[in-house]
């Protein structure tokens, strides 16, 4: 029953995705000067990526003396930093090797090296990101709304590498559609991401940047909603992310993501639960939101529980709770799990896939069932919080993604990768 409440739940909130989202235009006019950003990096050991991340960042569309960008050289032991400090970024070294990992080098950068009284906002990417050219522009745009922690949409740079990195930018489609994007709609909180996103600076004054897990992108999403607030999220910019492209390579990367989600669910779900009792309903209903979304990983562990006994049950013609057949039929429980199966496809449909994501969709399913042995082992692991690197080998261009040969590619959206139209910004 707990996983039939869950699942119509989650498709309640889905609708919100089908709903239309303000563009650009509908920002307010820019008003007095523009926002200083600065852009940090964090790099370990990243030298096959770093050059083209760093030019594509200096060629933002943005007044260049408006932003800085720097890379955070955290425990580097190859050429990151001198690349990275030959094609024009500052680079910020850091060796701890005690204290390791982006969430740890990411405070020590806004804490220990940063001004941040120089800058509105700072912005967080990986070594191995690219960014839309428009990307300080739509950030700025958001900031002048009001929106003090905004998430851009995370898209994937090689999804036809493999199998698997398909499998990883067809869940991100899913999510931006049907996770970010509904509860924006809804007035509820998104979540960052991890990458490409930006936080006010007085924000990161009043709520330090101090991670305890691994996942300090979902910590500190947790922090902003126990605070009353949310976290933005737009699409009109993407920052285009690589993924592993082996199921050898992913399940260490996706095993730590769970170790940090779990601890982060046990370590906040009292505060959160406590937040339901106070607040304006908005901030009520959004503080539950998180707490269900918290407790994913439990999600998963009980469809996967269901997955096993299903089969039984349809071979011995035994419903195994005989009452919830009371409460809904049968062929509705079906309906709900069809519901459920087809609405990745709905997402891709309305992201503008080509027939890529809808081919590979087989493999995305199986793809999907092995979370469940993550989560399990997300779950015994839950209070070891060792840091792991995940390589990354993908150096193209902003401009390649658009020219690369379509065998090796990412998704090709009607011909071209979307892009939002980049006019030139005026310093003022």
């Known amino acids: 029953m707990v996983l039939l409440s869950i699942a119509l739940y989650y498709l309640l909130i889905s609708l919100g995705g089908l709903w239309w989202f303000p563009g650009p235009g509908k920002t307010k006019p820019e008003r007095g000067r523009m926002p200083r950003f600065l852009c940090l990096t964090m790099a370990h050991n990243e030298e096959a990526v770093i050059a083209e991340?760093?030019?594509n960042l200096l060629a933002l569309d943005?007044?260049?003396?408006?932003?800085h960008v720097v890379v955070v050289a955290d425990n580097c032991t190859d050429r990151t930093a001198r690349?990275?400090?030959?094609?024009?970024?500052?680079?910020?070294?850091?060796?701890d090797l005690?204290?390791?990992g982006k969430g740890h080098a990411l405070k020590w950068a806004l804490y220990d090296r940063a001004d941040l009284g120089k800058?509105?906002?700072?912005?967080?990417?990986?070594?191995?990101?690219?960014?839309?050219?428009?990307?300080?522009?739509?950030?700025?745009?958001?900031?002048?709304?009001?929106h003090e922690v905004v998430q851009a949409y995370l898209d994937t740079k090689n999804p036809r590498d493999s199998w698997v990195s398909a499998s990883y930018a067809s869940a991100y489609w899913?999510?931006?559609?049907?996770?970010?994007?509904a509860r924006i709609r809804w007035g509820l909180s998104g979540a960052l991401g991890g990458t490409g996103f930006c936080i006010a600076s007085r924000v990161l004054q009043s709520l330090p940047w101090d991670p305890v897990s691994l996942t300090e992108d979902l910590e500190y999403?947790?922090?902003?909603?126990?605070?009353?607030?949310?976290?933005?999220?737009?699409?009109?910019?993407?920052?285009?992310?690589?993924?592993?492209?082996?199921?050898?390579?992913s399940l260490p990367q996706r095993e730590r993501w769970l170790r940090g989600h779990w601890s982060t669910a046990f370590r906040y779900s009292p505060r959160l639960l406590r937040a339901l009792l106070r607040g304006s309903i908005r901030s009520r209903l959004t503080a539950l939101d998180f707490l269900i979304y918290l407790w994913q990983p439990l999600v998963i562990l009980l469809a996967g529980f269901n997955l096993l006994i299903v089969p039984v049950q349809l071979a011995s013609q035994y419903w195994y709770h005989p009452w919830l057949a009371q409460v809904l039929p049968v062929p509705i429980w079906f309906s709900i799990v069809g519901v459920v199966i087809v609405l990745p496809l709905l997402a891709f449909a309305l992201e503008d896939a080509d027939w890529f994501p809808f081919i590979h969709y087989p493999a995305f399913l199986l793809?999907?069932?092995?979370?469940?042995?993550v989560a399990v082992a997300g779950l015994v692991r839950h209070r070891d919080q060792s840091w792991s690197h995940t390589s990354h080998t993908r150096g193209v261009s902003y401009e390649e993604l658009d020219t690369i040969d379509e065998a090796s590619s990412p998704f090709i959206h009607g011909g071209k990768r979307p892009r939002t139209e980049c006019s030139s910004v005026r310093e003022e």
């Not at 690219?130 to 522009?137: G, Q, T, W, Y």
């Open 174 to 181: 899913f999510m931006n559609r049907f996770w970010q994007r």
């Open 62 to 67: 943005y007044p260049r003396a408006r932003f």
């Open 53 to 55: 991340h760093v030019r």
């Open 83 to 95: 690349l990275a400090s030959e094609l024009g970024a500052h680079v910020w070294r850091r060796t």
């Open 221 to 249: 999403s947790t922090q902003i909603v126990l605070r009353g607030e949310r976290v933005f999220w737009t699409p009109h910019t993407r920052v285009y992310d690589e993924k592993p492209i082996t199921l050898a390579q």
């Open 367 to 373: 793809f999907n069932l092995t979370w469940i042995p």
């Open 119 to 146: 800058y509105d906002a700072v912005c967080v990417f990986d070594a191995d990101n690219l960014v839309d050219l428009n990307f300080l522009k739509e950030m700025a745009d958001q900031l002048r709304e009001g």
């Open 98 to 100: 005690v204290r390791r």
